[in-house]
């Protein structure tokens, strides 16, 4: 198919503002200097569809669930109607030796060129005998379908880092993708599950600019791994009050005080909830009244009790022991605007 | 959800019209446009009100229709342009402090001025004049 995203949205009669609109929204999603959007806008318009290869390993589908669940703008929408998911078990009508055959031929098909999208860990332990897929061991699909693969999105916190399967005693020997995956780009969309908003923007990035977005050192991207939930929670100010909920019925919580205490992990957690938020931006677990759990984190399963405070009991003692939580909310506001206001 | 009022401090608001300022002497200097994403900032929604009041509005007001609902207004400022951004759903997906003569999605692409005059009656014997 040679049509463009352009060509196509103009066939169903969008005008080339949708898209800039689209550009401008997408930019600021991920922390781009605003006057790229038309940079943006018109990359998209020229590019045509990229096949996606979806592979599951050892998952529970959730990651999966939440990406089709995801209430995106109709643009958004018309994104994912530009990737061509040539592969993915749990959507493709074809089972068995035709689907085989379907991810044999996705792969000479755009040999190079496919991102190569991954849901799950990768039991390693007694030769991967744990998880298998038409009779082959998933570290021997990963090793075979990345080779041709211009680029790797591992989403979810297993794929990542090797999630709850991980988990002690970690029974399978799983790992993540960055753990048998060498001399590829990598990016890692960590969440239990990850908030969906993020894959659109690597993938509205990859398409507009040809690259991966800049990741941090655990291969997030940047955009929306920066900062912790504690940097962009609304019940930040609180914390600096040194106003805490100490149980989920008391004053403080009806208060909307901050759960510091109650076990969140907000602070020690890189992930965009606070900003993106959920189910169309309507919140996200600390504004329902729970704290965080840190899903996004390399082996959040095994860091503590989800209601054991990073104290082990208070705050106070927790901020003396001299982790820093940043420059409180002026610093954050003036190194914020040093990246986000920016002029062609 | 509580709305931390408190939050609204002129310091911020006074960082980012300094801010503005600066982009306005680009625009004056160089014809340089530019633009500040609100959503960006970890602005509270009182911050936002107290920055848009202080701005003011100025004499123009236009409503986009793309893909949602856009309104996008002059500030008391010339040059300086209060933009929102929402998706079909009403959600807002931007807002932005624009600092330019015109903001640009409002200009016409010349792509689709093509398409568009090709649904014009006789523009096809017009081409074949102007040829």
New interface residues.
């Given amino acids: 198919m040679d049509e463009t995203l352009?060509e196509m949205l103009?066939r169903r009669g969008?005008?080339?503002?949708?898209l800039?609109?689209?550009a401008?929204?997408m930019?600021?999603s991920l922390?781009l200097p605003?006057?790229i959007a038309?940079v943006m806008a018109a990359n998209l318009a020229k590019a045509k569809r990229r096949s996606v290869i979806w592979l599951s390993f050892q998952e529970c589908t959730g990651c999966l669930e939440t990406l089709l669940r995801s209430?995106a703008?109709?643009?958004d929408a018309l994104i994912f109607d530009f990737i061509s998911l040539d592969y993915q078990e749990s959507l493709m009508a074809a089972a068995g030796a035709d689907a085989e055959r379907t991810l044999h031929e996705a792969v000479a098909a755009n040999k190079g060129e496919y991102l190569l999208a991954i849901d799950g860990s990768i039991p390693v332990k007694d030769g991967g005998v744990y998880s298998l897929t038409g009779g082959r061991s998933n570290v021997s699909m990963l090793s075979d379908i990345a080779a041709d693969a211009k680029a790797i999105l591992a989403i979810g916190t297993c794929a990542a880092y090797g999630g709850i399967p991980k988990a002690w005693p970690n029974p399978t020997g799983a790992v993540g993708v960055e753990d048998l995956i060498e001399g590829k780009p990598i990016v890692n969309i960590p969440g239990c599950p990850p908030v969906p908003e993020v894959l659109s923007g690597v993938l509205v990035h990859f398409i507009s600019f040809g690259r991966l977005p800049d990741l941090d050192d655990r291969k997030r991207p940047l955009a929306y791994f920066g900062t912790t939930i504690h940097?962009?929670c609304?019940r930040r100010?609180f914390y600096d009050q040194g106003k805490f909920a100490k149980s989920f019925d008391d004053e403080g919580a009806r208060?909307?005080w901050c759960l510091f205490e109650l076990g969140c992990k907000g602070p020690v957690t890189h992930n965009a909830c606070a900003s993106l938020k959920w189910n169309?931006?309507t919140?996200f677990p600390i504004?329902s009244g729970h704290g965080c759990i840190g899903c996004s984190e390399p082996d959040f399963w095994d860091a503590g009790g989800f209601y054991t405070s990073l104290a082990g009991g208070s705050s106070a003692g927790w901020r003396n022991t001299g982790i820093a939580l940043g420059v409180g909310?002026?610093g954050?506001?003036?190194a914020?605007?040093s990246?986000?206001?920016?002029?062609? | 959800?509580?709305d931390?009022g408190?939050?609204a401090d002129d310091?911020?608001v006074d960082?980012?019209l300094m801010?503005v300022a600066g982009?306005l002497h680009?625009l004056i200097e160089r014809g340089?446009?530019?633009?500040?994403?609100l959503?960006?900032?970890?602005l509270?929604d009182a911050c936002i009100a107290t920055l848009e009041q202080r701005l003011g509005r100025g004499e123009v007001a236009v409503t986009?229709t793309?893909?949602?609902r856009?309104d996008i207004h002059e500030t008391g400022f010339p040059g300086v342009w209060w933009t929102k951004?929402e998706?079909?759903?009403g959600?807002i997906?931007?807002l932005?402090i624009?600092?330019a003569i015109v903001p640009?999605?409002l200009c016409a692409?010349v792509?689709?001025i093509k398409?568009g005059l090709d649904r014009l009656p006789g523009s096809t014997n017009f081409s074949r004049r102007a040829a």
């Fill in positions: 352009g103009a969008f005008g080339r503002r949708s800039l609109k689209f401008i929204a930019t600021s922390a605003p006057m038309p209430s703008p109709t643009i940097d962009q609304y100010p208060q909307g169309g931006g919140s504004e909310v002026a954050g506001i003036a914020a605007l990246g986000r206001s920016k002029a062609t | 959800m509580t931390f408190f939050l310091g911020i960082a980012l801010e982009l680009r340089e446009a530019g633009s500040i994403d959503r960006g900032l970890p509270s986009l793309a893909a949602g856009s951004h998706d079909e759903a959600r997906i931007a932005l624009e600092v640009g999605i692409d792509d689709d398409r």
